[in-house]
């Protein structure tokens, strides 16, 4: 029978409400050293439902663990453990970083799910991602070493939390070289193309006004789903980023507080939302009186990029719409963020100072301004230098 140290504790996940009314628990049960290894031994489990069953459940699991039904976490499969991982990890990140996780997850287990914690090794992460560039992938396509990277992150974070939970002596992520970022070099296109681009574009479509938007300001995608007729300042010619639409239909504030920022509006651009706002005016009364309702009308909550009942759309409408057309604008290699950087690019190119340059892009770090202010630059310079080429 396996030795229990101590009467094991409940802790609550739900940090969100009073321990009373939490109902996802952790159940935590030591059972002592291994005297092979040297390391401390936990038995971890989650479980749902009230503090009482929390406590039922943890007798349940000490009997258990004393009748060799459980294994101890240090010899925990790395399988197992991740799941309990992501379990936790729920009620602490939003849900696109946990699904991200997930599929780093997904992909680390083809290489090691069944191996025990332990047993990774840094040789094994090593040759682990050595083989996923060679294509072993949930794909089954050779991975870039900027998405490898980002497996190693989660699997840093991953092992961080088994060591404090006591599954774990070390984390391999610290003793091997981080892969390589090979990410490629985002492009930029020109004035005139950005303006080809906004010429084949209708306002009075929704999806193609946001692109338009996005091409004539610089916000981000979801920053252009979020939009309402609220935060137009026509007086001012004034735009209030203020939210961002995700594609789970959730209407939050931005990540940072750089996020938050007032953007002026030029003539060309207000022009694009009044044709918008007209549009949908009449889309609306056709729809009140097929459907003979009262709604949907206009007010200051109404969504900019929406549908003709009023429902804002998801951002990666936007993204599979370009998908399907970006080879009409003869930009089939570019992806929709590029007009973004497209748009941030330009006013680098017109010597706008970084710092503003940084609040009208809603960068929280000026390194990442700055990446782009040194780069137009130095394109600048080469130009330059073109003219004396002998």
């Not at 009748?67 to 197992?80: H, V």
């Not at 391999?172 to 303006?195: G, M, Q, Y």
């Not at 097929?290 to 804002?312: F, M």
Request: aromatic share 6%.
């Amino acid at each position: 029978m396996a030795r229990v140290r101590g009467k094991g504790s409940v802790v609550a996940l739900d940090k969100s409400v009073p321990r009373n009314k939490c109902r996802k628990w952790q159940l935590r049960v030591s059972v002592g050293r291994d005297l092979a290894t040297g390391e401390y031994r936990t038995v971890l489990k989650s479980v749902s439902g009230t503090q009482s069953q929390a406590n039922k459940a943890l007798r349940e699991l000490i009997r258990s663990i004393e009748q060799n039904e459980i294994t101890p976490s240090s010899d925990m499969r790395f399988d197992e453990y991740v799941g309990h991982w992501l379990e936790l990890r729920k009620d602490t990140v939003a849900m696109g970083t946990w699904l991200k996780n997930y599929d780093h997850i997904k992909c680390a287990k083809m290489h090691f799910g069944k191996a025990r914690l332990s047993e990774i090794t840094p040789q094994v992460l090593e040759k682990a991602y050595k083989d996923m560039k060679a294509g072993k992938s949930t794909s089954g396509n050779p991975l870039s070493g900027t998405y490898i990277s980002d497996i190693n992150k989660t699997l840093h974070v991953v092992f961080k939390q088994a060591i404090k939970e006591g599954c774990l002596a070390s984390n391999p992520c610290e003793f091997i070289t981080a892969p390589s970022i090979d990410t490629k070099e985002k492009k930029a296109l020109r004035r005139d193309e950005i303006v080809s681009v906004i010429e084949k574009l209708d306002p009075t479509n929704p999806i193609e006004f946001a692109i338009r938007l996005m091409a004539k300001t610089g916000i981000r995608r979801g920053e252009a789903h979020g939009l309402s007729v609220g935060d137009i300042d026509r007086n001012e010619m004034i735009l209030h980023i203020r939210h961002t639409f995700d594609n789970f239909g959730n209407l939050k504030e931005p990540k940072t507080q750089s996020g938050f920022r007032d953007l002026p509006l030029t003539e060309s651009a207000l022009a694009d939302i009044d044709i918008r706002l007209a549009f949908m005016k009449k889309a609306f009364r056709e729809t009140r009186e097929r459907l003979n309702a009262s709604a949907p009308t206009i007010d200051q909550d109404t969504p900019l990029v929406c549908n003709d009942l009023g429902e804002r759309l998801l951002p990666r409408e936007s993204s599979h719409w370009w998908g399907d057309h970006r080879d009409n604008f003869d930009l089939s290699e570019w992806t929709l963020h590029e007009l973004r950087h497209s748009y941030i690019t330009e006013l680098a190119r017109r010597k706008v100072d970084p710092k503003v340059l940084q609040k009208i892009a809603g960068h929280m770090n000026i390194s990442t301004t700055m990446d782009i202010y040194t780069h137009v630059d130095l394109k600048d310079k080469r130009d330059a230098l073109k003219v004396v080429d002998w």
